[in-house]
């Protein structure tokens, strides 16, 4: 019998997997079975991540595109160009994300829109492309990445928890009108994780005893950690889950 976990034959394309929580979503789809695009901003990132999947799963089961997820026609030209790669999207994990650290009254407006745009309207245009072919074939799978921030406000971090925000909302709008299509649209809120982008936070003492005082868990998230959720919401065991977001934090959020 196969397992409801098994993706095998399912084409899955990770935004964000050049590096970072993207990459080990990636291995985690790849292990389960999922012909696998890798994606970035930087062209080169994007294949280099290919060029390790391919070794690993073969040729056939690993793509790389290359495009930027906030800006529409990028966007469509890039979701085509996955398709036309690796065969029609079963699975979109909207992960490529940004962080920008500055208070409210010093944040300059250009760099709020380019927070909203990269950690908001890009799951909107990516997810929208990728759920029209979606729809046609009868279901599909798309899984938002949010954060903490999504339920919890810090200061200096605004923009960021404002688009998360609205990216848990977005998968609540999404599934109002594509779950009747047969697509399952769900949210993975992760808490902090050690990757590139909070590398600065691991090296300050301060933020760091704070991390691990405030987490149940008394640690920082792996990579790894987002994976296994992941590749649940990506298979045919969570498909009557429908619209959530699941915080996957080692307990942050439950504590005051
Ligand atoms: P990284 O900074 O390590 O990686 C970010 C990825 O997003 C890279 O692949 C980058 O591509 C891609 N990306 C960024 N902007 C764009 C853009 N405009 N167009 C295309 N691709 C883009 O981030 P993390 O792995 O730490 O975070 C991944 C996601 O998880 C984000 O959405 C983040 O908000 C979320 N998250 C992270 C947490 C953490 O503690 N790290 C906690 C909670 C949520 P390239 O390499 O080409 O620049």
Redesign the pocket.
């Given at each position: 019998m196969t397992s409801p976990f098994d993706l095998s034959g399912r084409t899955a394309l990770v935004?964000?997997?050049?590096?970072?929580?993207?990459r080990a979503l990636a291995r985690g789809l790849a292990d389960a079975g999922a012909t696998l695009v890798l994606h970035?901003?930087?062209p080169e990132?994007a294949e280099e991540a290919r060029r390790e999947f391919a070794t690993a799963y073969g040729e056939d089961r690993a793509y790389a595109v290359a495009?930027?997820?906030?800006d529409a026609e990028s966007v469509q030209a890039g979701v085509r160009e996955a398709e036309e790669k690796a065969g029609p999207l079963a699975i979109l994990v909207n992960?490529?994300?940004?962080?920008h650290r500055v208070p409210l009254f010093d944040l300059d407006p250009t760099d709020w829109d380019r927070v909203i745009r990269?950690?908001l309207t890009s799951a909107f245009l990516v997810g929208r492309e990728a759920a029209r072919g979606m729809a046609a074939r009868g279901g599909g799978k798309i899984i938002n990445?949010c954060?903490?921030q999504t339920d919890l406000a810090r200061p200096s971090i605004g923009a960021y928890t404002a688009a998360k925000g609205g990216l848990r909302n977005l998968t609540r709008a999404m599934t109002a009108e594509w779950a009747g299509s047969g697509l399952q649209i769900n949210g993975i809120a992760?808490?902090?994780?050690h990757?590139?982008?909070?590398q600065n936070l691991v090296d300050d003492p301060e933020f760091n005893s704070w991390i691990l005082s405030r987490t149940p868990a008394r640690r920082w998230g792996t990579v790894e950690d987002i994976a296994g959720p992941v590749v649940w919401l990506a298979s045919s065991a969570s498909d009557f889950v429908n619209g959530q977001t699941i915080f996957v934090d080692g307990g942050m959020t439950v504590v005051v």
């Open positions: 935004t964000g997997s050049s590096r970072g929580i993207g970035g901003r930087d990132r495009f930027d997820v906030t992960n490529a994300g940004i962080q990269t950690d990445i954060s903490v992760p808490g902090y994780i990757t590139e982008m909070t």
